[in-house]
């Protein structure tokens, strides 16, 4: 029998070897676990940060080995395996094993899955074409900075983070960017209308050409893409395409074993699945959170850490739930939105500053209490968000309105 078909000994096998594999790996080893970890990652690169994909790396400011979270010895070091350039296929729970895509059988005493998402694509004709991109993996940008060797008219199609930091970095070099957003407004899943605006006004600034409510039917060319027809009929010219319209999470192999994956593998508050020796971390996993009415999953790297060391936690032996305070944070041109929270079912926003330029930040209320705020260049006003968020801090909407009041300043004493 070949070596790649051994049934290796047990340990936890992680499927995935990103940001929050990683995490897993490292927490595991810092808690004393001292079994073999194993990282099974579809990629052929070590573990790396996606963040800066979309702006540093697409715009040449940081190369592949810039994105390395750890130096290559940093895992022979820790004795964590890395297979890299496969993918599991099938996971069978009553032998607790798994299969690559190479045939070769792992055991596992832990599964931990890790694999996020990969990107949508729109179902409309055209989506295929050469010349229409996704942004996830640094296969992805490679192959977009070799398209943008000749002169293009790009069409990003998306108005959230990922588009909006492509078409950024895009405009800076001078292509003419066109946005697509099918909603009324920018941004519109995570952030308010004052936030959308602000970021609506500075694209154009900028010279980019945002179209709001505008909905995709094809798009055009043979074997290249050459224009976006609209629903209204218009053609839009483009030499080259980028979707940014959400990811699919990862999880057909899992939900073919049996396990619950509505939207994401469903696991409770210690990252367990239905099956207690499965766990689910990162992009892929739908879970509580205190801070949200039903269960959800989170793209981000703090989600990606913080349900890393849970998970971690859970296998050690030593189980705590997972109650992180989700933040996130986005580059566009000259401009850093840092969040803290999430602004789902505010009543009340509160605009600090003048909400055309920064510093200025937004915070959001429910029933009196701070939630969540946008800081638009303003990082004291996020350092504090987020202590006051996790601490439920009751707020003055008058004080809180007043920018140069400080942020914890505007707390209403309950002593």
Known sequence: ?????????????????????????????????????????????????????????????????????????????????????????????????????????????????????????LPCPGADLAGVHTIRTIADIDALKRDLAQPRRVVVIGGGYIGLEAAAVLRSMGLPVTVLEAQERLLARV??????????????????????????????????????????????????????????????????????????VEVDAHCRTNDPRILAIGDCALHPSAHAAVPLRLESVQNAIDQAKTAAATILGVPQPYTALPWFWSDQYAVKMQTAGLCLGYDQAVVRGDASRPPFSVAYLRDGRLIA????????????????????????PERLADPGVDLKAARISTE
């Not at 297979?83 to 190479?102: C, F, W």
């Not at 609506?200 to 409510?213: A, I, K, P, T």
């Not at 800081?375 to 006051?388: H, I, R, V």
């Open 191 to 264: 952030t308010s209308p004052v936030v959308s605006q602000f970021f609506l006004d500075l694209h154009r600034r900028e010279g980019v050409d945002v179209r709001l409510g505008a909905a995709v039917r094809r798009l055009t060319g043979t074997e290249r893409v050459v224009g976006v027809e609209l629903a209204s009929g218009e053609i839009l010219p483009a030499d080259l395409v980028v979707m940014g319209v959400g990811i699919i999470p990862n999880v057909e192999v899992l939900a073919t074993a049996g396990l619950s994956c509505p939207n994401g």
């Open 373 to 396: 705020v946008d800081c638009l260049s303003a990082p004291k006003d996020f350092m504090a968000g987020k202590t006051l968020i996790a601490g439920q801090a009751l707020m003055d």
């Open 1 to 121: 029998m070949s070596e790649s078909f051994v049934k290796e000994t047990a340990g936890v096998v992680v499927a995935g070897a990103g940001q929050a594999a990683a995490q897993l790996a490292q927490s595991l080893r810092q808690g004393g676990y001292g079994g073999p970890v194993t990282l099974v990652g579809d990629e052929g690169f070590l573990p790396y940060e996606r963040p800066p994909l979309s702006k540093d790396y697409l715009g040449n400011k940081r190369d592949a080995a810039q994105l390395l979270l750890r130096r290559p010895e940093f895992w022979a070091e820790r004795q964590v395996t890395l297979r890299l350039g496969q993918a599991i296929v099938a996971v069978n729970r009553e032998a607790s094993n798994v299969t690559l895509a190479d045939g070769a059988i792992l055991s596992y005493e832990w599964l931990v899955w890790a694999t996020g998402g990969r990107p949508r694509r």
